[in-house]
């Protein structure tokens, strides 16, 4: 039988009707526009805009926001295209079982993993470097570090990472949140976001004064700019490559700040517990990322300016907690402002953490009930009504990775799954558009051929431009993920095994 054998829509809307067995419906607009917020600001605003702009942008930062940006609003609106008509939850999992069937559909949901898991795993990582800056680094390197990372002091003592032991407790804090319900974790975020962007407001209205001018001349990183050693003279920044300075350096940067927009497409993940889904979809995936775009961008122009880019570039000087570094060096007088700033964020990053791991969950549970994963992982806790056992599963998973990985490892990780799953979505509306055209569309993608191929090529961009090893480690997930499909998922797949007794897509298309 075909390996791209389609999930017929029909199925997939009976599927997101049949409530009483499911998930429960919750959510409001307000409450899935918090939820994208809720996803979207953390680690990427607060740590990689630093990073971009210490490794490959300089100041120019601010147009690798836009890039990104653009990047994100055209697969934006073809998410938004997906969710209101296909209103099931597993995101783009769900919407490529229908639109290109079962391998892709399975190689998209493989890919989510790395966007959703690692993407926790990433932000929890940030979590517990804000956390050692509140605590005046009081938390020794070995247990805040994973075994990957060293530095030597300024003693010349070098340390090395064991375990990365506060990521560890805010992933497990986070879970048993997640298993008592959707409800209260959708309270709890829709607080933070209101914390959050209280606080990025208020950085960029107080930091607009300290701007000096200087500090944005020029503007991208020159051609021909010297390495930077560290104290050991052990290598931390080359500006060498093709993606490391100029235009370039804006495209690499696109690439690093691409992580903060992730997050806006986990709003489609909840489309089952959504009450109005095909109105409050768009609403929610769109709303969230117009916001943030406007935000961060406005962001990356103050940081560059309050701090020049180059102090960015040293681990141990401003790229680890760098909005707070920036504050407590540049503006004098606002010293509390640096620890609001770390308080939010840690609370910040907590609600990242929490959609990125509801959001995995909510795809474990549909490919669970599609067959493709073990039936564990669809289980609804009796009382709470949540897939308690995803979450366990999840959180040992995400938990190896927050242990064990460096943060900039996981976060290009999760970048490159994302917009992996972004080229699909953009390139399966034009698809769906063509297969079943008279469908009901509550959303249509405006201009839908050009947004789907431009989104398509951007995003394809952004995946050229991310460091080669990075590309290497995610083809290997990539292969490990067919390796499984083959052996276990595709043998009990539920729609091969019923498709003797269900309509397949071909039925469904000739009974029309
Ligand atoms: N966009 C999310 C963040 O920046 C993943 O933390």
Known sequence: MSLFIRKPLSQVLAQAADNEKGLKRTLGAGNLVALGIGAIIGAGLFVRTAAAAGQAAGPAVTLSFIIAAIGCAFAGLCYAEFASMIPIAGSAYAYSYVTMGELIAWIIGWALIMEYALGAATVSIAWSEYLNKLLGGSIPYEWSHSPFESFTDTAGVLHSGVINAPALVILLLLTLLLIKGTQESAMVNAIIVFIKVAIVILFIAIGWQFI??????????????????????????????VFKHGWGGVLGGAAIVFFAFIGFDAVSTAAQEAKNPSRDMPIGILGSLVVCTILYILFGHVLTGVAPWTDFVDPSKGREASVAYAISAYMTGYGWLSTAVTVAILAGFSSVILVMLMGQSRIFYTMANDGLLPKAFGDLHPKYKTPFKANWILFVFVGLFAAFVPGHVAGDLTSFGTLFAFVLVSLGVMILRKKEPNMKRPFRTPAAPVVSILGAIICTGMIVAIDSRTLLVAFLWMIVGLVVYFAYSRSRSKLRSFSDVLPTADDFEARR
């Open 212 to 241: 000096r001018p200087e500090n944005h001349t020029p503007y991208m990183i020159p051609e021909g700019t010297k390495p930077v050693l560290d104290a050991a003279g052990k290598e931390i920044a080359n500006y060498s490559g």
